[in-house]
């Protein structure tokens, strides 16, 4: 059987190690409730909030290891139950060579939290299936204005849970 070719969904041409800011959203496997549950009710101000599972929770921690890279910087990040939304910049100084580009950062990301999940998984006997829908995908950010956007999205992304695209009524499964 022939296996259908996956359509590249990066620009042609565009360096992805190049400086700026980009808006970066990984969705779990088969976009399943892995990460956390959207609570809508014990906050003071009736805003919801998000409960993180115990994948989620190691996702939330593996965030430093994209902030530990040298010129790298998460600004701004949210974890949904089936996603993660994350504006993450690329800031290395004029004259110097990029170490790392955002291909490469976000694979990078993905499977330190796999690996993480793995060493829970075996050590509590559980089953482990993929944690990570293949590719990610990424916008780069044009300007001021549409960097606020963006951050407006992520902020506001939890309170607009049930119309978001990636949204799945399904109870979380890990």
Known sequence: MELKSRKDIRLPFYDYSENGVYFITICTFQRMNTLCTILCRGDPR??????LS??????DETMTYIDGYEHV?????????NHIHM?????TPFGESPKVNINRLIGAYKSKVSTEWLKICKSE???MGSVWQRSFMEHIIRNESDY????QYIE?????????QYFNSGQITF
């Open 73 to 81: 910087s998460v600004d701004k990040y949210v974890i949904m139950p």
């Open 125 to 127: 006997s559980r089953i």
């Open 87 to 91: 504006l993450v910049s690329l800031n």
């Open 54 to 59: 115990a994948l989620g929770k190691i996702a």
């Open 156 to 164: 506001n992304n939890p309170l607009k849970w049930e119309f978001d």
């Open 148 to 151: 606020l956007k963006h951050w």
């Open 46 to 51: 009736g805003l919801p909030r998000t409960k």
